[in-house]
């Protein structure tokens, strides 16, 4: 029979339009019922209460207003406070509850198949006094087909169901941290808080703290996540040689080859790497090679920059930046500022007591390049913006010094020692030694380190834009004593005996930002109200001040 002969014989069944009769109506209350769908088959409702929260917080999200968002909370462990919770989602339905009442059992039974008189079992057993499966409830509807009752209570307008699946979950039954926290804090006693106590060495498992338990593992998911968790393949377990303790290792875990620093007012220096670098004996022989070379440089030069170690040693040894950021940890420290900053000093070597040491001080400059320059503002910072790093095959090994007609571009640093510019060599060796060390100058006075850095920084700048500069135009402030505090802060004054040239006037306003006052000490430096009230004596003249400004503005070049 084809479809339409199907369609017909289907409305010959039910008769013509004419013959229908109206469906009886019923009266259906609106109870306010909600519908939960729970996840696991109720054998016990009084549990299956207790993984909603219990009686109170069921009735608690039921009494919330109208309207109002909420979600229920099911506990697979609800007698564990501490286990986590899969919350439901909310979905709009149309349904009605139905209540069918059906006869109720005699209790008379007779074996089957047989025709004996039933007999009454006045103990019924645990099977018969579970809760009635859907087939026993279907055999119950169809043996009782006159006698049972169907009516409407409520319409079911809220269904909550639970389709988020439960994340791996930590069981704090055998922790004993967590008992102890379970047991103090659901005592509802205050005084039971006072007992806590945490001994972080108190070993649990493989010799490690209790700690307690990870965090949760993810928030409630929507999709399936396979976590395939298995034991870390490069985790091993070794002692430790301090405390002769399990500890896991990973034995892929990179190691960290980083420099000891200290502050510049630390009371001692380092005299030995640190213990948590691998042996020496373990490394590459390249890098075992590297070490002894860069041991023998060291005892030539007992402080050095990175750019100016890579110089030395590149040419003897197949060393790279790489490398030698491996190898400097084995060989000294470094200090996080202060006259030698951003330099290795050899492990044992103080410089702050060695006024010989004045010469390894460092000057640091941010220097821009002319394409550099000029692309500033205009890309983005993830843009290259020209200045490439140099290879073993386009390596300058001289970069590190500055002669006054050449700017090395690979780094920012460069040392006193590595400076041959004339000018600037007769500045820092005709000047006198500190009596004291300096936390921000070292063993030079605050104006000639001063000067030293600006005229540096000047010269730099200029031969970076194409410029060659004139040792003349820097005279003036050459002239500057070495030493100035309140009492002769006029001394650097720009005008005192001729009138200064725009340049002149901005290199003085420089030599005074950068001079620091005699006996500032390091903590004070940020603090110190004399400071403003010392510089403020500079700023009086008006006069001085725009010519200052525009001296900087046309930089005179």
């Known amino acids: 029979m084809d479809g339409w002969g199907a369609a017909d014989s289907l409305a010959a069944d039910r008769g013509s339009p004419d013959s229908w009769s109206e469906a009886p109506r019923k009266a259906v209350r609106h109870d306010g019922v909600v519908a939960v769908e729970h996840p696991c088959v109720i054998k016990n409702v009084e549990n299956g209460v207790d993984s909603l929260g219990g009686e109170a917080k069921i009735a608690s999200f039921l009494d919330r207003e109208s309207g109002e968002n909420a979600t229920l909370g099911l506990s697979l462990r609800p007698y564990d406070v501490?286990?986590?919770?899969?919350?439901?989602?909310?979905?709009?339905?149309?349904?009605?509850?139905?209540?069918?009442?059906?006869?109720?059992?005699?209790?008379?039974?007779?074996?089957?198949?047989?025709?004996?008189?039933?007999?009454?079992?006045?103990?019924?057993?645990?099977?018969?006094?579970?809760?009635?499966?859907?087939?026993?409830?279907?055999?119950?509807?169809?043996?009782?087909?006159?006698?049972?009752?169907?009516?409407?209570?409520?319409?079911?307008?809220?269904?909550?169901?639970?389709?988020?699946?439960?994340?791996?979950?930590?069981?704090?039954?055998?922790?004993?941290?967590?008992?102890?926290?379970?047991?103090?804090?659901?005592?509802?006693?205050?005084?039971?808080?006072?007992?806590?106590?945490?001994?972080?060495?108190?070993?649990?498992?493989?010799?490690?703290?209790?700690?307690?338990?990870?965090?949760?593992?993810?928030?409630?998911?929507?999709?399936?996540?396979?976590?395939?968790?298995?034991?870390?393949?490069?985790?091993?377990?070794?002692?430790?040689?301090?405390?002769?303790?399990?500890?896991?290792?990973?034995?892929?875990?990179?190691?960290?080859?980083?420099?000891?620093?200290?502050?510049?007012?630390?009371?001692?220096?380092?005299?030995?790497?640190?213990?948590?670098?691998?042996?020496?004996?373990?490394?590459?022989?390249?890098?075992?090679?590297?070490?002894?070379?860069?041991?023998?440089?060291?005892?030539?030069?007992?402080?050095?920059?990175?750019?100016?170690?890579?110089?030395?040693?590149?040419?003897?040894?197949?060393?790279?930046?790489?490398?030698?950021?491996?190898?400097?940890?084995?060989?000294?420290?470094?200090?996080?500022?202060?006259?030698?900053?951003?330099?290795?000093?050899?492990?044992?070597?103080?410089?702050?007591?060695?006024?010989a040491c004045r010469v390894y001080q460092t000057l640091t400059f941010k220097l821009q390049t002319p394409n550099e320059r000029a692309m500033k503002g205009r890309i983005p910072g993830n843009v290259s913006t020209g200045r490439r790093r140099p290879t073993a095959m386009t390596r300058n090994y001289r970069s590190h010094i500055f002669d006054g007609t050449c700017v090395g571009t690979d780094g920012k640093t460069w040392q006193v020692c590595d400076i041959t510019d004339p000018l600037i060599r007769s500045i820092l060796d005709h000047s006198s030694t500190r009596k004291e060390f300096d936390l921000y100058d070292g063993w030079y006075p605050n104006v000639t380190w001063a000067k030293a850095k600006i005229i540096t920084r000047d010269k730099m700048t200029m031969l970076l834009a194409g410029e060659m500069p004139v040792n003349e135009e820097y005279q003036r402030i050459v002239d500057f004593p070495e030493t100035v505090d309140e009492s002769n802060s006029y001394l650097l004054a720009p005008g005192r005996d001729s009138e200064p040239s725009a340049k002149e006037t901005y290199l003085c306003g420089e030599i005074r930002g950068a001079i620091r006052p005699a006996g500032l000490s390091w903590a004070g430096s940020m603090r110190v109200e004399g400071l403003g009230m010392w510089r403020e004596s500079f700023t009086k003249d008006a006069a001085l001040n725009d010519a200052r400004e525009n001296g900087h503005q046309n930089g005179a070049r």
């Not at 019924?124 to 009635?132: A, G, I």
């Not at 948590?276 to 030069?301: H, I, M």
Request: glycine share 4%.
């Open 82 to 355: 501490l286990a986590k919770q899969i919350s439901s989602q909310a979905a709009n339905t149309n349904n009605v509850l139905l209540k069918i009442t059906v006869p109720g059992r005699t209790g008379r039974k007779r074996k089957r198949g047989s025709d004996q008189p039933f007999e009454l079992h006045d103990k019924p057993t645990s099977k018969e006094n579970r809760l009635p499966g859907p087939r026993e409830l279907q055999r119950c509807l169809r043996d009782n087909l006159d006698k049972y009752t169907v009516e409407p209570v409520s319409i079911v307008k809220e269904t909550h169901r639970f389709r988020t699946l439960p994340d791996f979950q930590y069981t704090t039954s055998t922790n004993p941290l967590m008992n102890q926290l379970r047991g103090m804090l659901t005592s509802e006693n205050y005084q039971d808080l006072f007992k806590f106590k945490f001994d972080p060495d108190d070993e649990h498992v493989h010799g490690t703290p209790d700690v307690g338990p990870p965090p949760s593992f993810s928030t409630q998911i929507i999709t399936p996540v396979n976590y395939l968790y298995k034991q870390n393949p490069n985790l091993r377990w070794k002692e430790d040689r301090v405390s002769s303790r399990l500890v896991p290792v990973n034995i892929q875990k990179p190691i960290s080859f980083g420099v000891i620093e200290i502050p510049p007012d630390f009371p001692s220096v380092p005299t030995k790497s640190s213990s948590t670098l691998p042996p020496e004996a373990s490394l590459d022989p390249s890098l075992q090679d590297g070490l002894r070379e860069l041991r023998a440089a060291f005892e030539e030069r007992p402080i050095m920059s990175r750019r100016a170690m890579l110089n030395i040693i590149a040419p003897r040894t197949a060393c790279s930046e790489y490398y030698l950021r491996m190898m400097c940890p084995y060989v000294g420290y470094s200090f996080s500022a202060g006259p030698w900053k951003d330099v290795i000093v050899r492990f044992g070597l103080d410089p702050r007591k060695d006024e």
